[in-house]
């Protein structure tokens, strides 16, 4: 019984986390290649685990949009979202700003000083 409740806090945390990084994530995924919204849902089910619904997704991919990171074009009646050039420099900014949290996070649960 208690490592079943471990297990599903476990899984809990980590959903907490995909989700809390998840523009970041979808920008890692639109710098690879264009993609449509049930792709970028498949690709994050593969590679996390968690299945996002489209009332997670879109929002954020307009969020994106709006400010000019990615755009959406419809091919083959589906829309497509491309990463745009400022969402690659922003996306790289981004992306190091977080390696250096993460390590600094690394750092401080190993060596707390507190």
């Known amino acids: 019984m208690l490592l079943e409740k471990e297990q599903k806090l ?3 945390i ?5 989700k809390a990084f998840l523009d970041i994530l979808i920008l890692a995924i639109l710098n690879g290649s264009p993609m449509y919204g049930y792709k970028i849902i498949a690709a994050i ?7 996002l619904s489209p009332g997670s997704l879109y929002p954020l991919l307009h969020s ?5 990171l990615i755009e959406s074009r ?5 829309i497509v979202y491309t ?23 690394e750092n401080f649960i190993v060596n707390p000083h507190i």
């Not at 994106?64 to 000019?68: A, D, G, P, T, V």
């Not at 419809?74 to 589906?78: I, L, N, P, V």
């Not at 790289?92 to 600094?104: E, L, S, V």
């Open 10 to 12: 476990e899984e809990r």
């Open 14 to 18: 980590h959903e907490r986390h995909v």
């Open 45 to 51: 089910h593969r590679e996390f685990g968690i299945l």
């Open 64 to 68: 994106l949009e709006k400010n000019k």
């Open 74 to 78: 419809f091919h083959e009646g589906k």
């Open 83 to 105: 990463m745009t050039s400022n969402g690659k420099k922003i996306f790289q900014n981004i992306f190091t700003a977080y390696k250096i949290t993460m390590q600094r996070m």
